[in-house]
């Protein structure tokens, strides 16, 4: 099921993991500004904040080993950079990601 909801929701994109790199294609989810629960707010009994962050979701069968740093290339100026990976979970990797400027995301590669 978890393919199916991935294949249903993903984007095509292109993984660099460096600058030099040639780019590998893959599919994958983008979450723009979720949130995250950080902790309690002081002098609030039970109350929490929460942060936002960009996340993506990356199949591992198609991009094996994500790298922080790496860039996820989406569309033409949408390019995220990985900022941490968090644990593989059953096959797949979600990634924090930081988006990049316009100019930084335009000479970047994209899938039609």
């Known amino acids: 099921m978890r393919g199916d909801l991935h294949r249903e929701m993903s984007v095509p994109a292109y993984y660099i993991p460096v600058p030099s790199a040639d780019p590998v294609e893959c599919d994958v989810r983008v ?14 009994q039970g109350a929490e904040r929460a942060e936002p962050e ?6 591992l ?38 988006r990049l400027s316009a100019a930084e995301a335009e000479d970047l590669p994209v899938r039609e």
């Open 54 to 59: 960009d996340r993506i979701r990356i199949d």
């Open 61 to 98: 069968a198609q991009v094996p080993a994500p790298r922080r740093l790496g860039v996820v290339s989406v569309e033409a100026g949408e390019a995220y950079r990985i900022d941490h990976l968090y644990p593989a979970d059953l096959g797949y990797q979600t990634a924090r990601v930081l």
């Open 31 to 44: 979450w723009l500004k979720t949130e995250q629960m950080v902790g309690e707010l002081p002098g609030y």
